[in-house]
């Protein structure tokens, strides 16, 4: 079966923000900082500078089902450049209403809720918003009948 694992970028906060997120779903994190990486003849680059050796290389938080939440951060040195929007959102299905309370009430702590949770027309159990991160989330229990 597709998986579809979302990835994340951010400005030199993917510590903290992983941090928050395994105080929301659990979990262990498994990170590699930018420090770890070898020298690469092959690509030469700028140097990266002191304060980007402990940003994140990567950083990923298994979840329910087998599914993970991946992120890195970006490096000005390398001419990264993070643009933060509202075009990507990660949408979270979860087991109960009481577990899409307490991922919403987790996540948005901190943030911008733009949709309550609320029982809405199309029969879903569904909230929205922007985390303390810039990250949007959708919350979204599936009644059964």
């Given amino acids: 079966m597709l998986q579809v694992n979302p990835y994340l970028n951010f400005d030199g906060n993917a510590n903290e923000a992983f941090d928050f997120y395994q105080s929301v779903f659990g979990g262990e994190l ?4 930018m420090s770890e990486i070898p020298p690469m003849p092959e690509m030469p680059s700028a140097p990266i500078s002191e304060e980007e050796k402990g940003y994140l290389m990567h950083v990923s938080l298994p979840l329910k089902n087998g599914q993970t939440l991946m992120a890195s951060d970006c490096l000005k040195s390398q001419c990264h450049q993070l643009t933060k929007g509202n075009s990507n959102y990660i949408s979270i299905a979860p087991e109960s209403r009481e577990e899409a ?3 919403f009430n987790g996540l948005s702590a901190g943030g911008t809720v733009e949709m309550p949770m609320a029982d809405m027309f199309w029969g879903d159990y569904f909230g929205s ?5 810039g990250v949007y989330w959708m919350i979204n229990f599936a ?3």
């Fill in 30 to 33: 498994s990170k590699h900082y």
């Fill in 101 to 103: 309370d307490q991922l």
């Fill in 143 to 145: 009644n059964k009948q």
């Fill in 129 to 133: 918003f922007k985390d303390k991160f």
